[in-house]
């Protein structure tokens, strides 16, 4: 049920800025059912894992069932640190190991935003998923293990445009998220970073795109690269579908500096090899 947009004073520039990193973060895909007629960041869309099933939440500003009462500061917690704000730790099929590298004036920008749009009552789903990993508080060890704090950084040694596309790749667009493969506990493994992953979303296979010549985009040229990002076309002619797709609908919509930056940072990573097709 469509409500109205919260009344807000808003910038509308900064709203406009929130749009685009909304769009560089794909926030739509994963909040949004279209299987099912959802509508926009409404939630309810399934995301299958080894651990379960899991629906992506009410990211509208409905103050009963989505994020309407958030405050700035438990906006910034859920994706700096992964904490509701009930306190609760969020289970990391939601991306903040990378969200959390997402710069405050970023951050608040998405929020706003988010606060701009339609509010849509619809309750969230309970995720499908079994005991003992339904147990929240054991994200805590979780974190201990594998989870670093952002924000992003810049490496004074790269270039502005490398450091641009760090920043789009590792927090944004939170690229490591599918094209890295994970260990047991559901971690990315940081030694492999963006090399692949066979066991992808909804158990589907994410390519490498990393710099080797054999098994990842290593003979790709950032013209390649910035191509696909804009109109989903491969070297070979072929056109992505699936999950990247759905990504492409959204690095479609950003400006040819940022799809070049995330090209030049592609690039410049160290080539690594995949052990079997995707990762």
């Not at 590792?170 to 971690?187: I, S």
Request: net charge negative; proline share 10%.
């Amino acid at each position: 049920m469509l409500l109205a947009a919260p009344a807000g004073a808003a910038d509308p520039d900064l709203i406009a800025r929130g749009a685009y990193l909304a769009a560089a973060a794909d926030c739509v895909a994963c909040h949004t059912d279209p299987a099912h007629g959802g509508q926009p960041y409404a939630g309810g869309r399934a995301l299958a894992t080894p651990f379960g099933t899991f629906y992506s939440p009410n990211i509208t500003p409905d103050p009963e069932t989505g994020i309407g009462r958030w405050t700035d500061e438990q906006f910034l917690q859920a994706l700096r640190d992964g904490v509701r704000p009930d306190g609760a730790n969020y289970f990391p099929v939601f991306p903040y190991p990378s969200f959390t590298n997402i710069t405050d004036a970023d951050a608040l920008a998405i929020k706003a935003y988010l606060f701009s749009l339609p509010a849509v009552r619809q309750a969230n789903r309970a995720h499908d998923v079994s005991f003992p990993i339904s147990w929240r508080f054991l994200q805590d060890g979780w974190k201990l293990l594998f989870f670093t704090p952002g924000p992003f950084r810049p490496a004074p040694d790269r270039s502005e445009a490398n450091n641009r596309g760090a920043y789009l790749v590792t927090a944004l667009a939170h690229c490591g998220e599918c094209h890295t493969p994970r260990n047991w506990f559901g971690a990315t493994e940081p030694d492999r970073f963006l090399a692949g992953n066979p066991h992808g979303p909804d158990g589907k296979s994410v390519p490498n795109i990393t710099p080797d010549p054999e098994t990842g985009i290593g003979n790709w040229s950032e013209e390649d690269i910035t191509t696909l990002l804009k109109t989903g076309q491969a070297p070979d002619f072929d056109f992505v579908g699936g999950a990247m797709g759905e990504v492409v609908r959204s690095t479609s919509r950003l400006e040819d500096a940022d799809r070049r930056a995330i090209a030049v940072y592609l690039k410049s990573l160290p080539p690594i090899r995949s052990h079997k097709k995707g990762g």
